[in-house]
């Protein structure tokens, strides 16, 4: 079969496909990476997990351009990079691993982000995800991950340093939607 074929396989409005699949499993994992982040915060299972289900990511998304995007891929798959990473992230905070403000920075961006494309998305203006913004989710999944990686749980300040980069790259990405949705507005406005 061909890729075209395929694409046509799975189309817009298909649910089940393999990239949507592997983002499933990766939002009913979370759960178990969270309450093992909360339990230890290290250990080669629970870097091999975490391994697992951010990596992944990268697999779900390749399958996707690959066999068509959905519409339901393209709510879930930023779904599941938000969970895993905020969900993360607050497990270190509760493990007493990561301190809490470089989180709630996180935490802040992401509502802000979110709402801003929920609102230009109900006024049909697409907001995709720029280089920049999956650099900062690439970040905030390294932090965590070098805290379960036992061979760096002590050295923290890979952690913590990727930890504050992901937090300086995030409100650069905010800055960056914020810039295109006000060019969207000027547009729309001469239109």
């Known amino acids: 079969m061909s890729t075209d074929q395929r694409a046509a396989t799975f189309g817009p409005g298909a649910l089940l496909t393999p990239a949507n699949v592997i983002t499933i499993v990766r939002l009913l994992l979370a759960p178990v990476a969270f309450a093992l982040i909360i339990q230890e915060q290290s250990g080669w299972f629970l870097f ?90 690439f970040l905030q999944f390294s932090s965590v991950g070098f805290v379960t990686w036992p061979w760096f749980t002590d050295v923290t300040w890979i952690a913590d340093g990727l930890l504050w980069a992901g937090v300086a790259v ?4 905010a800055a960056q939607y914020l810039h295109a949705g006000s060019r969207a507005t000027t547009t729309m406005a001469r239109d």
């Open 48 to 137: 091999a997990l975490w391994f697992c289900i951010t990596a992944s990511d990268s697999l779900d998304g390749y399958l996707a351009r690959r066999q068509g995007t959905t519409r339901s891929g393209a709510f879930l798959d930023p779904l599941a990079d938000k969970v895993l990473a905020l969900g993360g992230l607050w497990a270190m905070v509760l493990a007493g691993r990561f301190w809490w403000l470089p989180v709630v920075l996180i935490t802040l961006r992401e509502a802000l982000i979110s709402a801003f494309r929920s609102y230009w998305g109900r006024r049909g203006l697409a907001v995709p995800a720029s280089n920049v913004a999956k650099f900062k989710t």
């Open 170 to 173: 995030a409100w650069i990405s």
